[in-house]
T-cell receptor
């Protein structure tokens, strides 16, 4: 049971480059979420998706784009990376109607 | 969205019970109280949740005040593996999206 996976686990990129972080879950959960975690902060919601082809903004969506063409995948794209987007990114999923979210192991992104 | 207040850090001795407090004085009637924890270098992990009544599961107990303005996560016998950041989160029951707003949590240190 692979669960929820993220790739890459570590990424270094330059300012202005496009970067895509991948999230894959094997449970067919309806809901998927992207969070970022910065030093001294809790997790902040970037985008979420209630189902394939349904996405919505969270607290901090600026500078990010998401898509969800398949239930199991929820990629997060930084169209033009900035240093302020250096962070640890967590993907999560949840079954519709239940409270518990399942988190991936995270991707540590550094923008130089 | 209702906010939560938690102590920044707490210490406990191994094998002893731990009571982690959370204040949420502006909680609304439909807010669930969730607890997650984040072990070092991992994504958050669900611990427990409740609405009005006290809850128990294999990991912990959740005690909710009668006025729901505060709650306490109880770890019955702390182990070294319980050292983590514990987050108390309110989730508005809005259209089933259960969007979480994380605070900075309580860092629990367990002493051997």
């Amino acid at each position: 049971d692979a669960g929820i996976t993220q790739s890459p686990r570590y990424k270094i990129t330059e300012t202005g480059r496009q970067v895509t972080l991948m999230c894959h879950q094997t449970w067919s959960h309806s809901y998927m979420f992207w969070y970022r975690q910065d030093l001294g902060h809790g997790l902040r919601l970037i985008y979420y998706s209630a189902a394939a082809d349904i996405t919505d903004k969270g607290e901090v969506p600026d500078g990010y784009v998401v898509s969800r063409s398949k239930t199991e995948n929820f990629p997060l794209t930084l169209e033009s990376a900035t240093r302020s987007q250096t962070s640890v990114y967590f993907c999560a999923s949840r079954i519709a109607g239940q409270n518990e979210q399942y988190f991936g192991p995270g991707t540590r992104l550094t923008v130089t | 969205d209702a906010k939560t207040t938690q102590p920044n850090s707490m210490e406990s001795n191994e094998e002893e019970p731990v009571h982690l407090p959370c204040n949420h004085s502006t909680i609304s009637g439909t807010d669930y109280i969730h607890w997650y924890r984040q072990l070092p270098s991992q994504g958050p992990e669900y611990v427990i949740h409740g609405l009005t009544s006290n809850v128990n599961n294999r990991m912990a107990s959740l005690a909710i005040a009668e006025d729901r303005k505060s709650s306490t996560l109880i770890l019955h016998r702390a182990t070294l593996r319980d050292a983590a950041v514990y987050y108390c989160i309110l989730s508005p029951l809005t259209s089933g999206t259960y969007k979480y707003i994380f605070g900075t949590g309580t860092r629990l240190k367990v002493l051997a």
